[in-house]
């Protein structure tokens, strides 16, 4: 695999442009995760080639726990809101970002406890066999009363909390498609 692109997304960054007057309405009922994978991908795709279309983009978004506040909000409303249980289930990041972006090719969500990070990167192995980039997101926000417990319990998410990491893959020469 070949490192084209890399970018970070800080939750506490994008936090105060997203409460300013007129915010972008695409995030308008998105997650925090929704939020930083987006922005982080839509930086990554400026370092396609410019041959390249998103039908040529496969993506691994890499993730902890998920959507953890969501889910919460979920738990928590009485009768249950048909709105908030859409972006409680896991793999509802990966769905937002994809179809925001437009991108087309196959996505996974991998999550898998402390194998996470190592998972996503033999996955982005996998799919650059079927096409010739491939997205990689590691995005994890909890809210804030939990971090401390989520950090005692689970100490090596502690890099990736409130955060999105991405890089954009591609094909070295020689390697199979």
């Known amino acids: 695999m070949k490192l084209l ?18 915010p972008d309405p695409r995030f308008r009922r998105a997650t925090a995760n929704m939020t930083m994978t987006t922005l982080c991908c839509e930086h990554l795709l400026k370092a396609l080639p410019a041959q390249s279309s998103k039908q040529d983009v496969s993506m691994v978004l890499a ?11 979920f738990l928590r409303t009485t009768p249950s809101s048909p709105t908030l249980f859409q972006n409680s289930l896991h793999n509802s990041t990966l769905g937002f970002a994809t179809v925001t972006l437009g991108l087309t090719g196959p996505g996974i969500t991998i999550s898998c406890d402390s194998e996470t990070y ?4 033999l996955m982005a192995e996998t799919l650059l066999n079927i ?3 491939v ?3 590691f995005v994890d926000s909890v809210p804030n009363p939990l ?4 950090i005692e ?21 020689g390697f199979a498609r």
Do not use: C, M
């Open 5 to 22: 692109a890399t970018q970070e997304v800080i939750l506490s960054e994008i936090e105060l442009s997203l409460r300013g007057t007129s």
């Open 63 to 73: 993730t902890h726990f998920g959507e953890v506040g969501s889910t919460l909000d």
């Open 118 to 121: 190592s998972s996503s990167h």
């Open 131 to 133: 096409s010739p980039f």
């Open 135 to 137: 997205l990689v997101v």
């Open 147 to 150: 971090e401390n417990l989520y």
């Open 153 to 173: 319990v689970h100490p090596y998410v502690e890099k990736f909390l409130n955060k999105a990491t991405g890089f954009l893959f591609s094909k070295t020469e």
